[in-house]
């Protein structure tokens, strides 16, 4: 192994293939040009200089890939890939607060961004992370959506097909979040509003008026949100029919009940059914400590159209390939709708994919010009990469070009 490097610079990789598009990469050229992670999991300090191209780490087990890609993953509002506590992030063989610095090319110029951790919340038991753009604090997580496209496959989300439907919900709204921002805050009051209700349910003692204002705020939330879920839909469904022959199709739907009555009624009727629904509940709520019907109810449902069978009936290869393929077309909408060609992180990709779809998808990954970041324990599985890509290594928090 050679020596470690505290800046690992990269200036000199071929990120062409003479059958791809050459303006490809011209268009849209959202990219990392540096990250420096300071006390952040297992890294002390790193920083890392690198061109538009493809990223491959690799290294063993533990040595921190999956770390980097995390750090990566705060570039957009939210907990990361592995939604993950702010104390979690924290090196804990140091007392310095983390913090993680990015350099992005735009196609406006430079674009810093910083965030790290808020001692000043620590020390009073609170979780906040502070978020610096262009070196002046912001408010809040949501602007980072404005500026960056971001989209990533884990290890995890191997099971998102396969297990229960509050997974599939979480992702997507995570996509529909990526279109529009302020979907996360219908979210997020929906969640608030049906906290409270509980809550005054389970005292006993709850004033109707009270819940009658928190049940309107939910409907009125929920038919929002469902809407939301149904375009995202919509457009992904159209961008799969697009799709190449290599991955499966899948057919994709939401269900629930403001999305199921959203098809055949306008919003304000929907509005009143789920009202009417939320005071009939009322009780049955009190009792159970959860509510029966709302938005939080709702599921993703994908099948795997070839063999018309649901995808949590596949198999894990299967399901691995129709996750791929769903995230490709998400990552082609986003470059059409946005204008802007989003990161695309990819946690121990090579794992359950024969050598012809790893083929496929490092081809993809190319033709699509996104800066993409892979990573996995060999270099052998990126081969077909490796002339237009930027191969890396990582051992015990140390990076080495």
Same mark, same amino acid.
């Given at each position: 192994?050679?020596e470690?490097?505290?800046?690992?610079?990269?200036?000199?990789?071929?990120?062409?293939?003479?059958?791809?598009?050459?303006?490809?990469?011209?268009?849209?050229?959202?990219?990392?040009?540096?990250?420096?992670?300071?006390?952040?999991?297992?890294?002390?300090?790193?920083?890392?200089?690198?061109?538009?191209?493809?990223?491959?780490?690799?290294?063993?087990?533990?040595?921190?890939?999956?770390?980097?890609?995390?750090?990566?993953?705060?570039?957009?509002?939210?907990?990361?890939?592995?939604?993950?506590?702010?104390g979690?992030?924290?090196n804990?063989?140091? #007392?310095?607060?983390?913090?993680?610095?990015?350099e992005?090319?735009?196609?406006?110029?430079?674009?810093?961004?910083?965030?790290?951790?808020?001692?000043?919340?620590s020390?009073?038991?609170?979780?906040r992370?502070?978020?610096?753009?262009?070196? @002046?604090?912001?408010?809040?997580?949501?602007?980072?959506?404005e500026?960056?496209?971001?989209a990533?496959?884990t290890?995890?989300?191997d099971?998102?097909l396969?297990?229960?439907?509050a997974?599939?919900? @979480?992702? /997507?709204?995570r /996509?529909?979040?990526?279109?529009?921002?302020?979907?996360?805050?219908?979210?997020?009051?929906?969640? @608030?509003?049906?906290?409270?209700r509980?809550? /005054?349910?389970? $005292?006993?003692?709850?004033?109707?008026?009270?819940?009658?204002?928190?049940?309107?705020?939910?409907a009125?939330?929920?038919?929002?949100?469902?809407?939301?879920?149904?375009?995202?839909?919509s457009?992904?469904?159209?961008?799969?029919a697009?799709?190449?022959?290599?991955?499966?199709?899948? #057919?994709? #739907?939401?269900?629930?009940?403001? $999305?199921? /009555?959203?098809? =055949?009624?306008?919003?304000?009727?929907?509005e009143?059914?789920?009202?009417?629904?939320?005071?009939?509940?009322r009780?049955?709520?009190?009792?159970?400590?959860?509510?029966?019907?709302?938005?939080?109810?709702?599921?993703?449902?994908?099948? =795997?159209?070839?063999?018309?069978c649901?995808a949590?009936?596949?198999?894990?290869? $299967?399901?691995?390939?129709?996750?791929?393929a769903?995230? *490709?077309?998400?990552?082609?909408?986003?470059?059409?709708?946005?204008?802007?060609?989003? *990161?695309?992180?990819?946690?121990?990709?090579?794992?359950?994919?024969?050598?012809?779809?790893?083929?496929?998808?490092?081809?993809?990954?190319?033709?699509?010009?996104?800066?993409?970041?892979?990573?996995?324990?060999?270099?052998?599985?990126?081969?077909?990469?490796?002339?237009?890509?930027?191969?890396?290594?990582?051992?015990?928090?140390?990076?080495?070009?």
């Open positions: 192994m050679p470690a490097r505290r800046v690992v610079s990269i200036q000199d990789s071929t990120f062409r293939d003479p059958c791809l598009d050459p303006g490809i990469l011209a268009s849209d050229p959202l990219s990392i040009s540096q990250i420096t992670l300071t006390q952040f999991r297992n890294y002390e300090h790193a920083r890392l200089v690198c061109d538009a191209a493809p990223v491959v780490i690799t290294g063993a087990n533990g040595g921190g890939k999956t770390n980097l890609l995390e750090a990566l993953s705060l570039l957009v509002p939210g907990r990361g890939l592995r939604r993950s506590s702010l979690d992030f924290q804990r063989a140091s #007392d310095k607060p983390w913090a993680v610095a990015i992005l090319r735009t196609d406006t110029g430079p674009l810093l961004i910083g965030t790290g951790r808020d001692c000043a919340a020390c009073n038991d609170e979780e992370r502070l978020i610096h753009i262009d070196g @002046k604090p912001a408010r809040g997580q949501t602007i980072l959506a500026h960056i496209a971001l990533w496959i290890p995890d989300m099971r998102l396969a297990e229960g439907s997974a599939r919900r @979480k992702f /997507l709204d /996509l529909a979040f990526s279109f529009d921002p302020a979907h996360g805050g219908r979210v997020r009051a929906y969640e @608030k509003a049906m906290r409270e509980l809550h /005054l349910l389970r $005292e006993g003692r709850a004033d109707p008026l009270w819940l009658d204002a928190l049940e309107n705020e939910m009125r939330r929920a038919v929002a949100i469902a809407a939301a879920r149904r375009h995202m839909i457009r992904l469904s159209k961008a799969i697009e799709s190449g022959p290599v991955f499966p199709r899948a #057919d994709i #739907d939401v269900r629930g009940t403001a $999305e199921d /009555l959203l098809e =055949h009624q306008p919003a304000l009727l929907v009143d059914a789920l009202r009417a629904a939320f005071a009939r509940a009780r049955e709520d009190a009792a159970s400590g959860t509510c029966a019907t709302g938005a939080h109810r709702s599921d993703l449902r994908v099948r =795997h159209r070839a063999k018309n649901p949590d009936l596949c198999s894990t290869g $299967e399901q691995k390939a129709l996750l791929i769903v995230m *490709l077309a998400y990552v082609r909408l986003l470059s059409e709708h946005r204008r802007m060609k989003p *990161l695309f992180l990819l946690d121990d990709i090579a794992a359950h994919l024969d050598d012809f779809r790893r083929a496929a998808l490092f081809d993809e990954i190319l033709s699509l010009g996104a800066q993409a970041w892979l990573t996995g324990t060999d270099q052998a599985p990126f081969s077909r990469l490796a002339p237009f890509a930027q191969m890396l290594q990582v051992e015990n928090g140390a990076i080495f070009g």
